[in-house]
């Protein structure tokens, strides 16, 4: 048939036109679809609930706008879980680009849930990614390292960090990142103190955090985008998390459903050729 035979010859930007029209219908218009929980995701949902109150958690962010499409819900969705909880944390940013896109993740939804900079989250300032050398003052002494917060405040003066001195007051550490950094916090903050960590990577980061995650190095990890999803899923709210979860699906779907309609052409085309006086 010439329509099948025509397949094998779709124009190429006719798919991609295809694709993008899926990727945004999906987004504008979010279809809700199931997202099974994976041990390592409920890991990190009940590493947070697991922090005292008493403690703090660090939120470091190594990632930038090339990531965030994955980081981004990532950090979303593990500071409104700590907002929700009433845990104190702090924005640690070792990224530029990161130290502003964190912070404003961290704005909007501190604005949503009616909480209060300073009091209930703080955020560090850029640091340069120099984790190994950071790392072990940090531990002993979080004020006499950190010194100032990104509008140059002291630290001492912020009322969610009286009392917050070693590393001992610290409850968590949430790693979100695309690079190799999780080594650093477990050599030299999970391995010397135990310190709870999860980590929250992008889906190619993910197969080399499998030992530590099964060694239990780490509580828990978020998967990329999906990892996500499904973090939101367990705290009850949407975002593009799950959005951009089903917009994957979709995208994953139309390339299934061309592969087929191509391989379908190929062969009818194979079939009509000793008719039309081909050969094999």
Sequence with gaps: MIILRALLNID???MYGLLCLTIVVMLKWPV?????????VKGVYDAVEAIPHDKIAIVSIVWSSS???ENGPQTEAI???????GIRFAILPWDQQGATLAKDIAEKVSAEMGKTYGV???DWG???AYLYQILPALAKDIPATIKKDYRGEDVRKLPMMRGVKTIHDVGLVADITPSGTLDAWISQIQGVYKTPIVFAPTLVMVPEAYNPLDAGQIKGMLPGLPGAGQYEQMLNYVGFGQKGSGALSGSFILIIVLIILGNVGLVASRRRRPEDGGGD
């Design 12 to 14: 190429r930007r006719i």
């Design 32 to 40: 809700k679809q199931p997202l099974s929980t994976t041990h390592a």
């Design 67 to 69: 990531t965030m499409a």
């Design 79 to 85: 500071m409104r879980h700590l907002f929700k909880r």
């Design 120 to 122: 209930d989250w703080c």
């Design 126 to 128: 850029y640091r340069p």
